[in-house]
């Protein structure tokens, strides 16, 4: 089961930004070294006026990037939409998701931003730290900081600087599109989250995984749900 009473979530906004403060400490840099089978994905969607979200994870192999499974949720929460505790809005739908996976990944990378955020705990590194896994922020656009633009060949970046500290950075993903912003989550440091965002990379400007992760949510929205998983005898069976 998920540690979804790791702390309260329904918190004031006040409340909220300290538990960030506290659990923010929790947060590990370090290199990731660790062999990687499978990789997951995570979205997460909704309507600012709304507050029915939807919740993808896709797992995949790794190196190769096959899905090998897909889950996805709806449900209602009443945190409000408030920049910078969006953890707080989103976090319990991905656990939820989490809980339904019958294949669990060594790393995550999410659409969401990990450090590179105003008290350095966005999605990635949250549910990273309660979940206890390897995460990756890799977010479309910037939430904080400043960057130069970095070359325009795939694999190219720069660093993402917000008070003087590097939080990130802007990484070519495919020649001559916008950068995508990479950022520590937990249990990696910026060059390892780079390294495997690249590696998720396959000829899009988003990652594979959370290419995925970003349709099925879309299908969700649309009514039409395609998660599964591949059983051992690499069976497809749907839900």
């Keep these: 089961m998920i540690p979804s009473n790791y702390h309260p979530w329904d918190v004031s906004p006040g409340e909220a930004k300290s538990i960030q403060d506290r659990l923010r ?4 840099v370090s290199p990731f070294t660790s062999e990687i089978n499978y990789v997951a994905g995570a979205d997460v969607s909704f309507d600012k006026g709304s507050n029915l979200v939807y919740a993808a994870i896709v ?5 190769d990037l096959n899905v090998v499974e897909r889950r996805g ?16 809005r989103e976090g319990l739908p991905v656990l939820h998701t989490w809980d339904k996976l019958q294949i669990k990944p060594q790393v995550i990378l999410f659409d969401a931003q990990g450090y590179a955020h105003p008290r350095r705990f966005g999605l990635a590194s949250h549910l ?15 939430l904080v900081g400043k960057y130069d633009e970095p070359g325009e060949k795939a694999g190219e970046y720069t660093e993402l600087i917000d008070k003087g ?18 950022s520590i989550g937990h249990k990696v440091d910026l060059n390892s989250a780079i390294e495997i965002s690249l590696a998720c990379t396959r000829g899009y400007r988003i990652p594979e995984p959370t290419r995925q992760a ?3 949510v879309n299908s969700l929205r649309r009514g039409k749900p395609i998660s599964f998983f591949k059983s051992s005898e690499d069976q497809l069976i749907m839900f």
């Design 25 to 28: 400490l929790k947060v590990v």
């Design 59 to 63: 797992i995949m192999t790794f190196p």
């Design 73 to 88: 949720l709806s449900e209602r929460v009443d945190f409000p939409y408030i920049p910078g505790l969006l953890a707080f």
């Design 128 to 142: 990273g730290v309660i979940l206890d896994i390897p995460s990756i922020g890799c977010a479309k656009s910037v």
């Design 165 to 182: 500290e590097v939080v990130g950075a802007a990484v070519r993903s495919k020649d001559n599109v916008s950068p995508i912003f990479i």
């Design 214 to 216: 970003h349709l099925e």
